[in-house]
């Protein structure tokens, strides 16, 4: 099973609005990522979480706070967010963050007004 | 630094027929693996196959198969006998065995089936 599951599918925020995204796997995996992705782009990597803590930070801004509650989970919590964030996110996973091959999510589509 | 080149922007195939998706990398590397991704338009970015450059094997899934020249530095997808849920954007990727976690990801290709 190489499952990765996000949730909400869609969402829709204001500017001033606090939401979180998550992601949840049930493979062992000890890697998570975050991605955000725009139209027609490949994904940029945001976050990598190995072992539960946060590795890497492909610096980016203070208005994404990831969270990794435990090693099947992991959160995004979006805050003061802006027009351009809007983009689909995507969740990732890997059985260690130096072992090869990612698994996706299906993602969320954020739309930020 | 590596990078990751796909030339084609958009590819159309008639249903069942054979089709190559083309991809080139940069890198000073010996040892990394590359990756072949789809995502159609339900987003969810699927691997199809991947590729470890110690292995001189194409690698084959089903109906999909690379054809790996690491000389030079190709790594192209061939897709037998096309079907509509083919339709996607593919994505050609590398990652280094040595160094880390990051995916090099070149800027995808439309796959068109046309019935």
């Known amino acids: 099973d190489t499952e990765v599951t996000q949730t909400p599918k869609h969402l829709v925020m204001g500017m001033t609005n606090k939401k979180s995204l998550k992601c949840e796997q049930h493979?062992?995996?000890?890697?998570m990522y975050w991605y955000k992705q725009k139209a027609k782009k490949p994904p940029e990597l945001m976050f990598v979480?190995?072992?539960?803590?946060?590795?890497i930070n492909e610096s980016v801004p203070s208005r994404f706070s990831p969270e990794c509650p435990n090693s099947s989970l992991l959160n995004l919590h979006l805050h003061a967010l802006q027009p351009e964030d809007s983009a689909l996110y995507l969740c990732?996973?890997?059985?260690?963050?130096?072992?090869?091959?990612?698994?996706f999510g299906p993602g969320t589509r954020l739309l930020v007004l | 630094a590596q990078t990751v080149t796909q030339s084609q922007p958009e590819m159309s195939v008639q249903e069942a027929e054979t089709v190559t998706l083309s991809c080139t990398y940069d890198t000073s590397e010996s040892d990394y693996y590359l990756f072949w991704y789809k995502q159609p338009p339900s987003r969810q970015m699927i691997l199809v196959i991947r590729q470890e450059a110690y292995k001189q094997q194409n690698a084959t899934e089903n109906r999909f198969s690379v054809n790996f020249q690491k000389a030079a530095k190709s790594f192209s997808l061939k897709i037998s006998d096309s079907q509509l849920g083919d339709a996607a954007m593919y994505f050609c990727?590398?990652?280094?065995?040595?160094?880390?976690?990051?995916?090099?990801w070149g800027a995808g290709t439309k796959l068109i089936i046309k019935p």
């Open positions: 493979m062992g995996h000890r890697a």
């Open positions: 990727a590398y990652r280094s065995a040595k160094s880390n976690y990051q995916l090099i």
């Open positions: 990732a996973s890997s059985q260690d963050m130096l072992l090869e091959t990612q698994y």
């Open positions: 979480y190995s072992y539960e803590k946060l590795s």
